[in-house]
Antibody, heavy 125, light 107 residues
Framework: EVQLVESGGGLVQPGGSLRLSCAAS????????MSWVRQAPGKGLEWVSV???????YNADSVKGRFTISRDNSKNTLYLQMNSLRAEDTAIYYC???????????????????WGQGTTVTVSS | DIQMTQSPSSLSASVGDRVTITCRAS??????LGWYQQKPGKAPKRLIY???SLQSGVPSRFSGSGSGTEFTLTISSLQPEDFATYYC?????????FGQGTKVEIK
């Protein structure tokens, strides 16, 4: 069964750090594009970060320079290192597979198809 | 960045109604548009990708259409389990961007 399970959320003070984990099963993280998406309390969805299968990364402007996405291929796990946390980073954080389908010589990008259950990050003093 | 404008922000409908939700992109995204359903306390669930492709296991009462900058999600006959919040997502480029959401409530 294809599954993602996040962990690592919690309460942290402004300016603090936290590392989120996302353990995958049923597929290989390193062969896929993987994204983090967050949702502030009572608000909509906001895309945060992606790591490509090749290892390159891309972040939303709102987290650039503060958050780092990475993966451990041996553990089939995705991470989000969050530094210099602010109150506005308070949210549920979801990891998701960002589907890419290869047909012949072309890549087709279809967005997030598999999601974890989310982990809650609260930034407050 | 591509901005996604979704409308309406909420709607009230009855079981059996036909429901339409619209998303407009700030620039051409070809068919790079997906639709997601989210219920309270749950992760989003993909319904549609590539504007009109139905996700496996999703009921056929859900359909998507459009290309370029204008897209529509249609629920042909609303069922009790369809009351939820719906989001569009442009998956044509990074950064990915979502619409603001449409909450579908019971009339």
């Amino acid at each position: 069964e294809v599954q993602l399970v996040e962990s690592g959320g919690g309460l942290v003070q402004p300016g603090g750090s936290l590392r989120l984990s996302c353990a995958a099963s049923g597929f290989t993280v390193s062969s896929n594009y993987m994204s983090w998406v967050r949702q502030a309390p009572g608000k909509g969805l906001e895309w945060v970060s992606v790591i490509y299968s090749g290892g390159n990364t891309y972040n939303a402007d709102s987290v650039k320079g503060r958050f780092t996405i990475s993966r451990d291929n041996s553990k089939n796990t995705l991470y989000l290192q969050m530094n210099s946390l602010r109150a506005e980073d308070t949210a549920i954080y979801y990891c998701a597979r960002d589907e890419v389908v290869i047909k012949g010589l072309r890549n087709y990008y279809y967005g997030m198809d598999v999601w974890g259950q989310g982990t809650t990050v609260t930034v407050s003093s | 960045d591509i901005q996604m404008t979704q409308s309406p922000s909420s709607l009230s409908a009855s079981v059996g109604d036909r429901v339409t939700i619209t998303c407009r992109a700030s620039q051409d995204i070809r068919n790079g548009l997906g639709w997601y359903q989210q219920k309270p306390g749950k992760a989003p669930k993909r319904l549609i990708y590539a504007a009109s492709s139905l996700q496996s296991g999703v009921p056929s009462r859900f359909s998507g259409s459009g290309s370029g900058t204008e897209f529509t999600l249609t629920i042909s006959s609303l069922q009790p389990e369809d009351f939820a919040t719906y989001y569009c997502l442009q998956h044509n480029s990074y950064p990915r961007t979502f619409g603001q959401g449409t909450k579908v409530e019971i009339k």
